[in-house]
């Protein structure tokens, strides 16, 4: 081989290894390779802080409660009953060991040889009905089916939060990074692992989020606002609020027409979800004889929501000691803690509305609806409504931060989006004229310089 043929060979090579690295680049930036990694990353994180602690103590008064209801269902053919001795037993021993206690791990044979029975009212049995089906499936009554079933539904929510960014017209990187900060956003790593309602009320928010761009996809197809309301009726079986999500949407971003199609986007999903719920609240009705569509517990809550108490039991030592006739958590007890917090707010207004004012911080990252306005009015209005709906009903009630965490993904949406507005408008900013001529300057005869943003290109002679 000459000389010459060796430095053409060379001279042609060079082109082909860069293309061939250009090529290779694409291919790891690529949409479905990208999306991947961030799904692996979030099922890691989940994983790891399940591995790490597998039985954590945040909440799990509440889950032995769902716990109590499954296990009579299984092990005594009791449907939707709790034997309060027992919920009272194994609450205490979580306390004082600092865990959560699976109930195959607990001896309950002193509580079990003669049982009394009491209806569950205090808590919606979702989480219950759940456990229900895997330990009847799995043959043993511990959390961790519950507590895997719910990491990796945590980690498709990656997915689906991808998919919604896309849906509001993001482009695929805003998506992606969507994905990728609801991956590693810490309160969705340590929540996935706690088998409680609270941690299925996050699932169905995304999920009635998505349903209903499924049918503002298809506005003349009534079916998906059919789903739409089965989805949000059970949903109401985790966590009652969420029937005001779709009605707040169907309000906000209803398709075209004028309020007779925004009344049936309002009123078709709400009968729906309402027929869904029926039997829970006939259920209540034969077992209390009084009219409890969802569940008791608002005097509890509102009760230990302005200080009043620490926790349940301690609630239900004050009802226990100014009405001593009334027996654990019966709705004649929350009736009770509801007058006796509306007592307290009447005396000390300013105290409550001085906790109002501070919860109400959790509604703040709404104005970053109005630097998406122009670019996502849509999107915007949606996500505004996902906050609203979920974090609203809570703000006279409680400060626990479990009630606002389902609100989170729609705040990292606009999060993103509001990146996106200002990486773009970095992008797009025109070059001064001092950079134009320092530019032309650099550049040597017979090259192309083109100037980002001002749609010039220039051949210096």
Not at 110 to 124: A, G, L, N, T
Not at 174 to 181: E, H, R
Not at 380 to 393: S, Y
Request: aromatic share 12%.
């Amino acid at each position: 081989m000459t000389a010459a043929s060796s430095r053409n060979a060379e001279t042609h090579g060079v082109p082909a290894i860069a293309g061939s690295r250009r090529r290779f680049a694409t291919r790891l930036a690529s949409p479905p390779l990208v999306i991947s990694v961030i799904v692996l990353l979030a099922f890691a994180l989940r994983a790891g802080a399940y591995l790490e602690a597998p039985r954590p103590i945040n909440g799990a008064g509440l889950v032995a409660e769902q716990g109590e209801v499954a296990r009579n269902i299984v092990e005594h053919g009791e449907w939707f009953v709790a034997n309060r001795a027992a919920a009272d037993a194994i609450a205490t021993q979580q306390s004082e060991e600092g865990h959560l206690i699976d109930p195959s791990d607990f001896n309950y044979s002193r509580f079990d040889q003669s049982p009394f029975y009491s209806p569950e009212i205090q808590q919606m049995p979702g989480v219950a009905i759940v456990l229900t089906g895997l330990w009847w499936v799995g043959g043993t009554n511990t959390y961790s089916s519950l507590q895997w079933l719910q990491i990796l539904l945590d980690t498709s929510m990656v997915l689906l939060i991808y998919w919604i960014a896309l849906k509001f017209g993001c482009g695929r990187g805003a998506a992606a990074v969507a994905g990728f900060l609801y991956a590693i956003w810490p309160g969705a790593i340590v929540v996935a692992k706690r088998p409680m309602l609270d941690t299925w009320a996050g699932f169905f928010t995304i999920w009635l989020l998505a349903a209903f761009l499924l049918a503002r996809g298809r506005p003349h197809e009534r079916r998906w606002l059919v789903i739409l309301g089965l989805l949000t009726g059970v949903g109401i079986y985790f966590r009652p609020f969420l029937f005001f999500l779709p009605i707040l949407l169907a309000l906000l971003a209803t398709p075209g027409g004028g309020w007779r199609r925004r009344f049936a986007w309002v009123a078709l999903p709400s009968l729906v979800a309402l027929c869904v719920l029926a039997p829970w609240t006939i259920r209540n009705y034969a077992e209390f004889h009084r009219f409890i569509p969802t569940r008791t517990g608002l005097g509890y809550a509102l009760y230990e929501g302005i200080g009043q108490a620490s926790s349940d039991s301690d609630a239900t030592g004050y009802v226990q000691k100014h009405r001593p006739g009334v027996k654990g958590m019966a709705p004649e007890s929350d009736s009770f803690l509801l007058r006796s917090a509306f007592d307290t707010i009447r005396s000390h207004p300013l105290r409550y509305l001085h906790l109002i004012a501070r919860r109400l911080a959790y509604l703040l990252p709404c104005l970053l609806v109005i630097v998406v306005w122009r670019r996502w009015r849509d999107g915007g209005l949606m996500l505004l409504a996902v906050a609203v709906a979920t974090i609203v009903p809570f703000i006279p009630i409680g400060g626990d931060t479990r009630f606002y965490l389902p609100a989170a993904f729609a705040y990292l949406i606009l999060l993103t989006m509001v990146g996106a507005i200002f990486a773009s408008s970095i992008t797009r900013a025109p070059t001064s004229p001092a950079v134009f001529r320092a530019r032309r300057r650099l550049s040597g005869p017979g090259e192309t310089t083109r100037y980002k943003g001002e749609g010039i290109s220039r051949r210096p002679s």
